[in-house]
């Protein structure tokens, strides 16, 4: 058989202070072949192991569209969206006819003018494919579900677990899922209960360990495929944003209806429980400090490049400061002007340097600091959930306790590469502050002693209730509390 496979994958926050274009997709993966864009593609659309090397492995011929993804940030530019949505549309025609359509999209993409990208580029699919050929989808689990993709989509499935260590085996899981409708022998359908809840929800700790265990017991059970428990992403401030939960099932409506419901009920239940915790700059530095072990990892939750934040943020490099932190390490703070002056410095220079707070009054103010350089790299890099991601021109500079990685190709901290590429190991360090919310666990978490998760001022602002919001629907979790009527039902106590 034939499959067509594709992505299109961009997290968008309305609160990000950085504009998104075509040359933000290039900077991270751009492949558009017929626009003579030809970035190296990713392995999962190589490697047989990966969601289409599965289907040609299993004999099949895969057609591989666009591939695009950036670092997040405000929504795309319209012209530049319907270049994108464009190859997608226009590869699916060159390809045709197709027995099955496999998507890696995002689920929070916003476009200038178009709140809903993945609704409105499944809608375009469903139009050029028909009915009857399957299409399958798999999301983040920050994405926020619409009613145009569960239309468009026969699969839909999400990654379940944050931090991301799933998205390979959950794409694969939706490529064969297609793969099957595609035979015939399962006829697929996805059903969604909205749940009115706002909220960024760690996996890696129960209670929330607990229900995603106990959804995805479902699976292969009474007719049921897949079973996606997704948080949102609110940042993108869309009549859709909030959490989900979707059971695809082989013509089984009603009981996966049924299910869904259950699901959705214990989910916001447990929403008090599973809220991600609050800590100001000071307070986590402080019990960091107390801490009769490190190194104590304190992930700076509100300057977190993942979720559309410049990574330049000064709050907790101030806190660190201030409480004369010892034997400290930060990273990475986006700063390419100072990055650049501590390069041409050189190491062992010592120099004023001012860093950070450059983009927004959420990074806060500058810093003036004496800065000692202790490394400097040009071909650091670290790896992001599979994929290799340059810091581009980086540098290392002492300041006072406490080591900075100075980066100029922005993005959060998925890997203690960060910080030993330029000589410093973040297991001999009392602290490690890292910019990011929750993907570092999965490769700090095998040496770290704890993990505080700090919310000083930022872009990622996880303070809901203070938040202006202009199209996110009313009652939502935690700015109203229960009981109150939403999404078709009642929400009690």
Same mark, same amino acid.
């Given at each position: 058989?034939?499959?067509?496979?594709?992505?299109?994958?961009?997290e968008t926050?309305r609160?990000s202070?950085i504009?998104?274009?075509?040359?933000?997709? *290039?900077?991270?993966?751009?492949?558009?072949?017929s626009?003579?864009?030809q970035?190296?593609?990713?392995p999962e659309?190589?490697?047989p192991a990966g969601?289409?090397g599965v289907?040609?492995?299993?004999?099949?011929?895969t057609?591989?569209?666009p591939f695009?993804s950036a670092?997040p940030?405000?929504p795309?530019?319209?012209a530049d969206y319907?270049v994108?949505?464009g190859? $997608?549309?226009a590869a699916l025609r060159?390809?045709?006819?197709?027995d099955?359509?496999?998507?890696?999209?995002h689920?929070?993409q916003?476009?200038?003018?178009?709140?809903d990208?993945?609704?409105?580029?499944?809608a375009a699919?469903r139009?050029?494919?028909?009915?009857?050929?399957?299409?399958?989808v798999?999301?983040?689990l920050?994405?926020n579900?619409?009613?145009?993709?569960v239309?468009?989509?026969?699969v839909?499935?999400?990654?379940?677990?944050?931090?991301?260590?799933?998205?390979?085996?959950?794409?694969?899981?939706m490529?064969?899922?297609?793969?099957?409708?595609?035979?015939?022998?399962i006829?697929?359908?996805t059903?969604?209960? *909205?749940? +009115?809840m706002?909220?960024t929800?760690?996996?890696?700790?129960?209670?929330?360990r607990?229900?995603?265990d106990?959804?995805k017991?479902?699976e292969?059970?009474?007719?049921?495929l897949?079973? =996606?428990?997704?948080?949102?992403f609110?940042?993108a401030d869309i009549?859709?944003?909030g959490?989900?939960?979707?059971?695809?099932?082989?013509?089984?409506?009603?009981e996966?209806?049924?299910?869904a419901?259950?699901?959705?009920d214990?989910?916001f239940?447990?929403?008090d429980q599973?809220r991600?915790?609050?800590?100001p700059a000071?307070?986590?530095?402080?019990?960091?400090?107390?801490?009769?072990?490190?190194p104590?990892?304190?992930a700076d939750?509100?300057?977190?490049?993942g979720?559309?934040?410049?990574?330049?943020?000064?709050f907790?490099?101030r806190?660190? $400061?201030d $409480?004369?932190? !010892?034997?400290?390490?930060l990273?990475?703070?986006?700063? +390419?002007?100072?990055?650049?002056l501590?390069?041409k410095?050189?190491?062992?220079? *010592?120099?004023?340097l001012?860093i950070?707070g450059?983009?927004?009054?959420?990074s806060g103010?500058? $810093?003036?600091v004496?800065?000692?350089?202790?490394?400097?790299?040009t071909?650091? &890099?670290?790896?992001?959930?599979?994929a290799?991601?340059p810091l581009?021109?980086?540098?290392?500079?002492?300041?006072?306790?406490?080591?900075?990685?100075?980066? =100029?190709?922005r993005?959060?901290?998925?890997d203690?590469?960060c910080f030993?590429?330029?000589?410093?190991d973040? *297991?001999?360090?009392?602290?490690?502050?890292v910019?990011?919310?929750?993907h570092?666990?999965?490769?700090?978490?095998?040496?770290m002693?704890?993990v505080?998760?700090?919310?000083?001022p930022? #872009?990622?602002?996880?303070?809901?209730? #203070?938040? &202006?919001?202009k199209?996110?629907? !009313?009652?939502?979790?935690p700015?109203?509390k229960?009981?109150?009527?939403?999404f078709g039902?009642?929400?009690?106590?």
């Open positions: 058989m034939k499959f067509y496979c594709a992505s299109i994958a961009h926050s609160w202070p504009p998104t274009n075509l040359d933000s997709y *290039r900077r991270q993966l751009l492949y558009l072949p626009a003579g864009e970035h190296p593609l990713p659309a190589i490697d969601w289409c289907l040609r492995a299993r004999g099949h011929e057609v591989i569209g695009a670092v940030s405000r795309t530019p319209r319907e994108l949505k190859e $997608l549309l060159a390809a045709l006819p197709v099955g359509v496999a998507l890696l999209l689920g929070a916003v476009a200038e003018g178009v709140d990208c993945e609704g409105d580029m499944l699919v139009a050029i494919v028909g009915p009857d050929v399957p299409i399958g798999v999301f983040d920050h994405g579900v619409s009613d145009a993709m239309a468009s989509a026969d839909l499935l999400a990654c379940l677990e944050y931090p991301h260590i799933d998205f390979d085996s959950r794409a694969v899981q490529a064969l899922l297609v793969e099957r409708a595609a035979r015939g022998e006829r697929p359908t059903v969604r209960q *909205r749940v +009115p706002l909220g929800y760690y996996t890696t700790v129960h209670p929330m607990g229900l995603v106990w959804a017991a479902h292969g059970q009474d007719g049921v897949a079973v =996606s428990i997704t948080h949102g609110a940042w009549a859709d944003c959490a989900s939960v979707l059971v695809c099932s082989d013509q089984r409506r009603p996966a209806r049924a299910l419901d259950r699901i959705a214990r989910y239940s447990l929403r599973i991600s915790p609050r800590l000071e307070q986590a530095v402080a019990a960091a400090l107390a801490h009769p072990a490190g104590v990892v304190i939750t509100a300057d977190n490049p979720g559309g934040a410049a990574g330049d943020s000064t907790l490099l806190a660190l $400061l $409480l004369k932190a !010892s034997n400290a390490a990273g990475m703070l986006w700063d +390419p002007v100072a990055a650049s501590a390069i410095a050189g190491v062992g220079a *010592r120099l004023r001012r950070g450059k983009t927004s009054p959420a103010p500058p $810093l003036d004496d800065a000692l350089v202790l490394a400097c790299r071909d650091a &890099t670290q790896n992001a959930q599979g290799v991601s581009g021109p980086s540098a290392l500079i002492q300041v006072e306790g406490v080591k900075v990685v100075l980066n =100029s190709i993005d959060q901290v998925f203690p590469a030993e590429a330029f000589g410093v973040p *297991r001999g360090c009392d602290i490690v502050v910019k990011g919310q929750q570092f666990h999965a490769l700090f978490s095998p040496f002693a704890a505080l998760y700090a919310t000083p930022g #872009t990622v602002d996880t303070d809901y209730e #203070t938040m &202006t919001f199209r996110i629907p !009313s009652p939502m979790h700015i109203v229960p009981p109150f009527q939403a039902r009642e929400w009690s106590v």
